[in-house]
């Protein structure tokens, strides 16, 4: 057996424990994310190194991500509980305005939940004073919020989303004679992503979108990725890493904040 198949097998391996820790992990913490947003207790990323810690901000940096909240969109049958990590991270990566909402696990549509987002970005802006925010959306979070962006007038609102293993493309797993309404919507070549992969012409937000090759739910793994002739993308692919450990991995945490941090350089916001 040649050295390569043998790594990549050892690679699988390696992920399917850390995605069953990351499984393990969101059902311990699922009961506290019904709660306030700060009841979740202490933890540490699935990923034990610590050698990818958020970048360090300039003062300048530091201030124009004070002016921006971030909203945390978690994915079906979840809740904020799963941002546990991502949210403290971000907090020490100088953004001090994170609000992670909940959504029911009933949702039977995605642009129903995406007129629910709409306004809880609107009472946001409007209590903080804030003209923009970024959105983080993991999973059906991510389709949710990019309806919201392309829809519903979200462009104007919204600096950069990123997306944490969204099915941007659709999923086979979809295909599957599941009850749940909402995973018709998912389905390759349904009328909510035709609707999504219409013209968008003028869109300012930024797009991000993380995908795996390991990730078990979007399938195949690409329609992780965004694209779109209209849309500003950046996919970034991620390695041996699966879906529900997405937002809790100390590496695409890591990336996550960089991604935010990099928004907010001189040069980038020159650019803008």
């Given at each position: 057996?040649?050295?390569?198949?043998?790594?990549?097998?050892?690679?699988?391996?390696?992920?399917?424990?850390?995605?069953?820790?990351?499984?393990?992990?969101?059902?311990?913490?699922?009961?506290?994310?019904?709660?306030?947003?700060?009841?979740?207790?202490?933890?540490?990323?699935?990923?034990?190194?610590?050698?990818?810690?958020?970048?360090?901000?300039?003062?300048?940096?530091?201030?124009?991500?004070?002016?921006?909240?971030?909203?945390?969109?978690?994915?079906?049958?979840?809740?904020?509980?799963?941002?546990?990590?991502?949210?403290?991270?971000?907090?020490?990566?100088?953004?001090?305005?994170?609000?992670?909402?909940?959504?029911?696990?009933?949702?039977?549509?995605?642009?129903?939940?995406?007129?629910?987002?709409?306004?809880?970005?609107?009472?946001?802006?409007?209590?903080?004073?804030?003209?923009?925010?970024?959105?983080?959306?993991?999973?059906?979070?991510?389709?949710?919020?990019?309806?919201?962006?392309?829809?519903?007038?979200?462009?104007?609102?919204?600096?950069?989303?990123?997306?944490?293993?969204?099915?941007?493309?659709?999923?086979?797993?979809?295909?599957?004679?599941?009850?749940?309404?909402?995973?018709?919507?998912?389905?390759?070549?349904?009328?909510?992503?035709?609707?999504?992969?219409?013209?968008?012409?003028?869109?300012?937000?930024r797009f991000v979108a993380f995908h795996s090759?390991?990730?078990?739910?979007?399938?195949?793994?690409?329609?992780?990725?965004?694209?779109?002739?209209?849309?500003?993308?950046?996919?970034?692919?991620?390695?041996?890493?699966?879906?529900?450990?997405?937002?809790?991995?100390?590496?695409?945490?890591?990336?996550?904040?960089?991604?935010?941090?990099?928004?907010?350089?001189?040069?980038?916001?020159?650019?803008?």
């Amino acid at each position: 057996m040649s050295v390569f198949p043998l790594r990549v097998l050892t690679g699988a391996v390696c992920a399917a424990a850390v995605e069953m820790a990351a499984m393990t992990t969101a059902l311990a913490l699922y009961p506290f994310g019904f709660g306030e947003e700060e009841a979740t207790p202490g933890l540490r990323a699935v990923q034990p190194s610590d050698d990818a810690a958020p970048p360090a901000r300039t003062a300048r940096e530091r201030a124009a991500a004070d002016d921006i909240p971030v909203v945390l969109v978690h994915g079906m049958s979840s809740n904020r509980a799963i941002f546990h990590v991502l949210r403290r991270d971000l907090r020490r990566a100088g953004f001090p305005h994170v609000t992670v909402p909940n959504y029911s696990w009933l949702t039977t549509d995605v642009r129903s939940a995406a007129r629910r987002l709409a306004a809880e970005v609107e009472r946001l802006c409007e209590r903080g004073g804030h003209e923009r925010v970024h959105v983080i959306g993991h999973s059906l979070g991510g389709l949710i919020a990019r309806y919201y962006v392309q829809r519903l007038g979200g462009h104007a609102r919204v600096d950069t989303l990123v997306t944490l293993g969204a099915p941007h493309h659709g999923t086979l797993v979809a295909m599957l004679p599941l009850p749940h309404p909402v995973i018709r919507q998912l389905r390759p070549g349904s009328d909510l992503l035709t609707e999504l992969a219409e013209p968008a012409p003028g869109c300012p937000t930024r797009f991000v979108a993380f995908h795996s090759d390991l990730d078990e739910l979007v399938i195949p793994t690409s329609s992780a990725r965004l694209d779109h002739p209209d849309l500003q993308t950046s996919n970034i692919p991620v390695r041996a890493v699966g879906h529900v450990s997405l937002p809790l991995h100390r590496r695409v945490v890591s990336e996550v904040c960089r991604v935010l941090h990099d928004a907010h350089r001189p040069e980038a916001t020159a650019a803008a």
